[in-house]
């Protein structure tokens, strides 16, 4: 992951996992039969870690608006503290290394994320919209001020996150 975060998905070859790793390219190959196959295992462990990561501290019971809050927190918190996962992600999100299996078993892997998301719309807290699609904008700010920190161009103070999650919150929820 770190040599794809580094290098891009097509110039990281199995040669240089096999070094970085220590590990032989034998033994590479005897458990993934390509390059693809590491690829697709690691983007699907860190999609369903980064569904876990978002209900740290969820509370069934707690108000919609509150538990959107915590998830949108808890996800910006998540990919500030791990942005080598954050830069594998980018890259694997649109390439078409990632197998549809794959993409088919990652929303699997988000699907308490969609469910929240149907709560909201049909309890009339969010907009009735697609749930892919709001779980998108949702991951798209996250994503957006996530960068922002880690590439330096501002230091997201408790404020930001407050006011980009405010921000999420106001263009999503229903009037």
Request: proline share 3%; net charge negative; aromatic share 8%.
């Amino acid at each position: 992951m770190e040599l794809i975060a580094e290098n891009g998905l097509h110039a990281t070859p199995v040669s240089q996992i096999s070094k970085r790793s220590g590990v032989s390219a034998g033994s590479i190959y005897h458990y993934f039969p390509s390059k693809e196959a590491i690829i697709n295992h690691l983007y699907l462990n860190l999609k369903k870690e980064m569904a876990d990561a978002a209900f740290r501290g969820y509370d069934i019971n707690a108000p919609y608006k509150e538990r959107f809050f915590l998830m949108w927190q808890n996800s910006l918190n998540y990919l500030l503290s791990k942005p080598t996962q954050l830069s594998f992600m980018e890259q694997c999100s649109i390439s078409p290394l990632i197998s549809q299996e794959t993409k088919e078993a990652g929303k699997r892997s988000h699907a308490p994320l969609a469910g929240f998301v149907t709560e909201g719309c049909e309890s009339g807290y969010l907009k009735k919209m697609d749930t892919q699609l709001i779980l998108s904008l949702v991951h798209g700010t996250i994503i957006g001020t996530a960068k922002l920190q880690l590439s330096g161009a501002l230091d997201i103070t408790d404020e930001h996150r407050v006011g980009a999650a405010q921000a999420c919150w106001d263009g999503l929820k229903e009037e």
